[in-house]
Protein backbone atom coordinates (compact mmCIF):
# COMPACT_ATOMS: atom_id res chain seq x y z
CA UNK A 1 0.00 0.00 0.00
CA UNK A 2 1.30 3.62 -0.30
CA UNK A 3 2.70 5.30 2.63
CA UNK A 4 0.68 7.96 4.02
CA UNK A 5 1.08 10.71 6.68
CA UNK A 6 -1.48 12.83 8.25
CA UNK A 7 -2.01 15.61 10.13
CA UNK A 8 -5.45 16.66 11.70
CA UNK A 9 -5.14 20.04 14.05
CA UNK A 10 -8.73 20.80 13.77
CA UNK A 11 -9.13 20.03 18.00
CA UNK A 12 -5.86 21.65 18.14
CA UNK A 13 -5.49 25.18 20.20
CA UNK A 14 -4.69 28.16 18.60
CA UNK A 15 -0.70 28.31 19.81
CA UNK A 16 -0.39 24.32 18.95
CA UNK A 17 -1.65 24.64 15.67
CA UNK A 18 0.93 27.67 14.58
CA UNK A 19 3.56 25.74 16.18
CA UNK A 20 2.53 21.97 14.80
CA UNK A 21 2.10 23.88 11.02
CA UNK A 22 5.36 25.76 11.34
CA UNK A 23 7.47 22.46 12.32
CA UNK A 24 5.73 20.18 9.73
CA UNK A 25 6.36 23.12 6.69
CA UNK A 26 9.96 24.44 7.84
CA UNK A 27 11.96 22.05 5.96
CA UNK A 28 9.94 23.98 2.85
CA UNK A 29 9.57 27.62 3.52
CA UNK A 30 9.03 29.91 6.99
CA UNK A 31 5.52 30.99 6.72
CA UNK A 32 3.87 33.96 9.16
CA UNK A 33 0.00 33.57 9.60
CA UNK A 34 -2.09 36.28 9.02
CA UNK A 35 -4.29 36.09 11.78
CA UNK A 36 -7.87 37.23 11.45
CA UNK A 37 -9.85 37.78 14.52
CA UNK A 38 -6.91 36.45 16.39
CA UNK A 39 -7.72 33.08 14.80
CA UNK A 40 -5.32 31.05 12.49
CA UNK A 41 -6.99 27.88 10.98
CA UNK A 42 -4.96 24.77 9.57
CA UNK A 43 -7.47 22.05 9.20
CA UNK A 44 -5.50 19.35 7.66
CA UNK A 45 -2.44 18.40 5.71
CA UNK A 46 -2.39 14.48 4.26
CA UNK A 47 0.77 13.44 2.22
CA UNK A 48 1.29 10.21 0.43
CA UNK A 49 4.63 8.97 -1.47
CA UNK A 50 4.06 6.95 -4.57
CA UNK A 51 7.09 5.85 -6.25
CA UNK A 52 9.08 8.88 -5.79
CA UNK A 53 6.19 11.31 -6.17
CA UNK A 54 4.79 12.96 -2.68
CA UNK A 55 1.32 13.79 -3.40
CA UNK A 56 0.08 16.00 -0.74
CA UNK A 57 -3.57 17.47 0.33
CA UNK A 58 -3.41 20.81 2.75
CA UNK A 59 -6.47 23.08 3.62
CA UNK A 60 -4.84 26.30 5.84
CA UNK A 61 -5.40 29.87 7.03
CA UNK A 62 -4.10 33.18 5.10
CA UNK A 63 -0.16 33.21 5.56
CA UNK A 64 2.97 34.55 4.04
CA UNK A 65 5.63 32.04 3.03
CA UNK A 66 8.95 32.42 2.02
CA UNK A 67 11.41 29.57 0.57
CA UNK A 68 15.11 30.79 1.28
CA UNK A 69 16.89 29.38 -1.83
CA UNK A 70 20.12 29.56 0.33
CA UNK A 71 18.76 27.50 3.29
CA UNK A 72 15.32 25.46 1.88
CA UNK A 73 16.05 24.91 -1.43
CA UNK A 74 19.78 22.65 -1.15
CA UNK A 75 17.39 20.81 1.58
CA UNK A 76 15.35 19.79 -1.75
CA UNK A 77 16.89 20.47 -4.79
CA UNK A 78 15.47 19.75 -8.18
CA UNK A 79 11.60 19.31 -7.26
CA UNK A 80 8.92 20.90 -9.29
CA UNK A 81 5.74 21.75 -7.33
CA UNK A 82 2.33 20.82 -9.39
CA UNK A 83 -0.79 22.23 -7.57
CA UNK A 84 -3.93 23.45 -7.94
CA UNK A 85 -6.32 25.48 -5.44
CA UNK A 86 -9.63 24.35 -4.86
CA UNK A 87 -10.31 27.44 -2.79
CA UNK A 88 -7.78 30.54 -1.91
CA UNK A 89 -5.55 32.02 -3.93
CA UNK A 90 -1.88 33.66 -3.38
CA UNK A 91 0.36 36.42 -4.90
CA UNK A 92 4.34 36.48 -4.90
CA UNK A 93 7.55 36.31 -6.92
CA UNK A 94 9.53 33.23 -7.85
CA UNK A 95 13.22 33.55 -9.03
CA UNK A 96 12.54 36.87 -9.27
CA UNK A 97 9.42 36.45 -11.95
CA UNK A 98 5.94 37.06 -10.53
CA UNK A 99 3.81 34.41 -9.47
CA UNK A 100 0.02 34.18 -8.95
CA UNK A 101 -2.61 31.36 -8.24
CA UNK A 102 -5.85 31.53 -8.64
CA UNK A 103 -8.63 28.79 -7.76
CA UNK A 104 -8.76 25.67 -10.48
CA UNK A 105 -5.63 27.28 -11.80
CA UNK A 106 -3.05 24.34 -12.41
CA UNK A 107 0.40 26.42 -11.10
CA UNK A 108 4.00 24.35 -11.70
CA UNK A 109 6.96 25.92 -9.69
CA UNK A 110 10.10 25.23 -9.68
CA UNK A 111 11.38 24.59 -5.48
CA UNK A 112 14.81 25.34 -6.79
CA UNK A 113 14.39 29.11 -6.92
CA UNK A 114 13.36 30.67 -4.00
CA UNK A 115 10.06 32.75 -3.29
CA UNK A 116 7.76 34.17 -1.52
CA UNK A 117 3.85 34.61 -1.76
CA UNK A 118 0.98 36.18 0.38
CA UNK A 119 -1.75 32.98 0.59
CA UNK A 120 -5.60 33.58 1.48
CA UNK A 121 -7.47 30.76 2.99
CA UNK A 122 -6.33 27.92 0.56
CA UNK A 123 -7.70 24.36 0.27
CA UNK A 124 -5.17 23.01 -2.18
CA UNK A 125 -3.97 19.28 -3.96
CA UNK A 126 -0.49 18.89 -5.18
CA UNK A 127 2.23 16.81 -6.29
CA UNK A 128 6.32 17.24 -6.11
CA UNK A 129 7.99 16.12 -8.89
CA UNK A 130 11.85 15.67 -9.70
CA UNK A 131 13.21 18.08 -12.88
CA UNK A 132 14.72 15.45 -14.51
CA UNK A 133 11.61 13.11 -14.08
CA UNK A 134 9.88 15.15 -16.58
CA UNK A 135 12.10 17.04 -18.62
CA UNK A 136 12.11 20.18 -16.67
CA UNK A 137 15.32 22.18 -17.46
CA UNK A 138 16.01 25.62 -15.67
CA UNK A 139 18.21 26.71 -17.84
CA UNK A 140 15.38 26.82 -20.78
CA UNK A 141 12.33 26.61 -18.72
CA UNK A 142 10.47 29.36 -16.32
CA UNK A 143 10.13 29.35 -12.79
CA UNK A 144 6.42 28.98 -13.22
CA UNK A 145 3.95 27.42 -15.43
CA UNK A 146 0.46 28.55 -15.40
CA UNK A 147 -2.54 26.93 -16.82
CA UNK A 148 -6.44 27.91 -16.34
CA UNK A 149 -9.42 25.99 -15.59
CA UNK A 150 -10.72 26.84 -18.49
CA UNK A 151 -7.67 25.53 -20.83
CA UNK A 152 -7.35 21.74 -22.09
CA UNK A 153 -3.83 21.30 -20.45
CA UNK A 154 -5.40 22.96 -17.28
CA UNK A 155 -8.54 20.38 -17.07
CA UNK A 156 -6.50 17.78 -17.92
CA UNK A 157 -4.22 18.03 -14.99
CA UNK A 158 -6.02 19.24 -12.12
CA UNK A 159 -8.33 15.97 -13.17
CA UNK A 160 -5.95 13.51 -12.66
CA UNK A 161 -4.41 14.88 -9.60
CA UNK A 162 -7.52 14.90 -7.91
CA UNK A 163 -8.10 11.08 -9.64
CA UNK A 164 -5.40 9.85 -8.26
CA UNK A 165 -5.38 11.68 -4.84
CA UNK A 166 -8.86 10.38 -3.94
CA UNK A 167 -7.67 6.61 -5.29
CA UNK A 168 -4.07 6.92 -3.40
CA UNK A 169 -5.68 4.39 -0.35
CA UNK A 170 -6.50 1.61 -2.53
CA UNK A 171 -3.46 2.00 -4.67
CA UNK A 172 -1.48 -1.41 -4.79
CA UNK A 173 2.26 -2.03 -4.86
CA UNK A 174 2.04 -3.10 -8.23
CA UNK A 175 0.00 -0.26 -9.77
CA UNK A 176 2.30 2.96 -7.60
CA UNK A 177 4.77 2.24 -10.52
CA UNK A 178 2.16 2.79 -13.42
CA UNK A 179 0.13 5.09 -11.78
CA UNK A 180 3.29 7.71 -11.13
CA UNK A 181 4.84 6.58 -14.64
CA UNK A 182 1.29 7.62 -16.44
CA UNK A 183 1.65 11.16 -15.12
CA UNK A 184 4.54 11.66 -15.44
CA UNK A 185 4.72 10.76 -19.04
CA UNK A 186 1.83 12.72 -18.91
CA UNK A 187 3.31 15.70 -17.55
CA UNK A 188 6.35 15.40 -19.79
CA UNK A 189 4.48 15.04 -22.81
CA UNK A 190 2.25 17.95 -22.59
CA UNK A 191 4.63 20.30 -20.50
CA UNK A 192 7.91 19.63 -21.56
CA UNK A 193 8.82 17.39 -24.74
CA UNK A 194 10.10 19.42 -27.44
CA UNK A 195 8.55 18.53 -30.58
CA UNK A 196 11.34 20.13 -32.74
CA UNK A 197 13.90 18.01 -30.72
CA UNK A 198 15.92 21.21 -30.19
Not at 40 to 65: C, K, P, T
Not at 158 to 187: C, F, M, N, S, Y
Request: contains cysteine.
Amino acid sequence: MVAKVELDLADAGLDDRVDLWAEMVRPFYDFTPLRQDGAYDVSFARGWMLDGLYFNEVAHGAQVIRRSRRRHCTASPDILSLQYFMYGENDGEIGGAPMATRPGEVVIKDFSRGHQARCTPVHARSVAIPHDAVGYDPGRHPPTLRFGADTVVGHVLHHTIDAIIERLDQTTDAEAPKVAGGLLGLVRSLLFSDPAGA
